[in-house]
């Protein structure tokens, strides 16, 4: 597909590399059949071949349309269609380059503006969030049900292992994740500390930048980016072996820093080596001797949703489900696996009625095999899906810490 970009973008550090990813694209149609907008909506602009189309149109200079927007922001940024594609299209890096010019060639009104800076604001604040969170759980009889059973579960930390190992991993605190489900990285400690491993959080870091990055507020995304690299670097130069965030949302992002930062001169060599030691928590598990940690699932019944995070973007679509299997939970089937859950960052929240339609089709999906529990890899789709069950969402690493001899 070719492009021709518009004059007044050549300037542009992204034009070339926009030109390159459309022209990759032979409009084959393959990705419309795991898009999951598509799948849900049937309409060839809610799918990755029509949205390139679109991207295209407003690159060559056509007036962009409050249409054009609508189906670009419906995007949920899962990348299924990468993993179908059979020429490499690079569409999630595509995506976030036509949000960002979007935003400047049809500026929202400001009603649309202040709903989307509360968004990125409240979600990237983890002391803020954990305000309204506590303020939730006291509220919670008067709640709407899905509200009062996103906050209505919380599960207190376990100690931080003591020990320290000659072995040492960082992990990210984050921001969502740090306010809803704080067990979460002491979990992964103390299992971590189990296989020789002594898992660090830095202060200093914070939100991984994907939040801001992914809806059009793309340098306050950096800056957080370069906020954290300057927090890992003594611990880098020291010898840390890996940088293991818990939420494989947070995971994608990292793993894309040097991407995003490529042209930054002072951060971009930098940004190469967090990303080239970014790992998933699954990733670091299977390459450990899993007998060491003495688990037995005893065969509880698990349905593991893998975030399009960790299935697409990380490439690591079974990690969970082998995990699970090999220390004696029974992973149950799950069809459709590739398809989104709605959560898709913040879009459960700008594109509500979009996301609770994916969200029903996903636990359908989930709860065929009658689970005791449903597990994931990232806090968006843990809290996105817990929104729509009664049956409990948690992350996969609270099951392995609880079943520690």
């Known amino acids: 597909m070719r ?3 518009a004059p007044r973008f050549h300037n542009q550090p992204w034009a070339v ?3 390159a990813i459309i022209g990759a694209c032979v409009h084959c149609g393959f990705c419309t059949a795991t ?17 390139i189309y679109l991207i295209k149109a407003m690159l060559e200079g056509a007036a962009v349309t409050e249409g054009t927007r609508r189906h670009l922001d419906r995007c949920l940024g899962c990348r299924s269609c990468e993993t179908t594609c059979p020429s490499g299209v690079r569409y999630g890096r595509l995506i976030d380059i036509a949000r960002a010019v979007m935003e400047t060639e049809l500026p929202r009104p400001g009603r649309d503006r202040l709903r989307r800076w509360l968004v990125r604001k409240v979600l990237g604040n983890s002391v803020g969030l954990g305000v309204l969170l506590g303020l939730g759980r006291v509220l919670r009889p008067v709640l709407p049900a899905a509200l009062a059973r996103m906050v209505g579960r919380h599960h207190p930390p376990a100690a931080w292992p ?3 190992h000659r072995r040492v991993v960082v992990a990210l605190a984050g921001c969502v994740q740090k306010a809803a ?11 971590l500390d189990r296989l020789g491993l002594s898992l660090i959080e830095v202060p200093a870091a914070g939100c991984c930048g994907a939040l801001n990055y992914h809806l059009g507020a793309a340098d306050e995304g950096l800056d957080q980016a370069r906020r954290n690299i300057d927090a890992w670097w003594p611990l880098v130069e020291a010898g840390a ?3 293991v965030p818990t939420a494989s949302g947070c995971g994608s992002f990292i793993h894309d820093y040097g991407e995003v930062l490529a042209d930054d001169p002072v951060y971009a060599a930098k940004a190469r080596r967090i990303s080239d030691l970014a790992r998933d928590l699954g990733e670091i598990l299977l390459g450990e001797d899993l007998s060491r940690l003495g688990v037995d699932g005893g065969g509880r019944r698990v349905a593991v949703h893998v975030p399009c995070s960790q299935q697409h973007a990380l490439k690591l679509p079974d990690a969970v489900e082998t995990i699970l299997g090999r220390l004696g939970f029974a992973v149950g089937p799950v069809a459709d696996k590739h398809l989104c859950c709605g959560s898709g960052g913040a879009n459960s929240v700008l594109e509500a009625d979009l996301g609770q339609r994916l969200r029903r089709r996903k636990l359908e999906a989930l709860t065929v095999s009658r689970p005791e529990v449903i597990v994931t890899a990232n806090i968006g789709c843990q809290l996105h899906l817990q929104g729509g069950t009664e049956l409990a969402v948690r992350h996969w690493i609270e099951l392995l810490e609880e079943a520690l001899p």
């Open 241 to 243: 072996e890996a940088i």
């Open 17 to 19: 590399e926009a030109k």
């Open 3 to 5: 492009a021709d970009i």
């Open 35 to 51: 898009c999951p907008t598509y799948v849900e909506l049937r309409d060839e602009r809610d799918g990755p071949r029509g949205r």
């Open 181 to 191: 489900s704080p067990a979460i990285n002491p979990a992964a400690a103390r299992v």
């Open 162 to 164: 003591a020990g320290h």
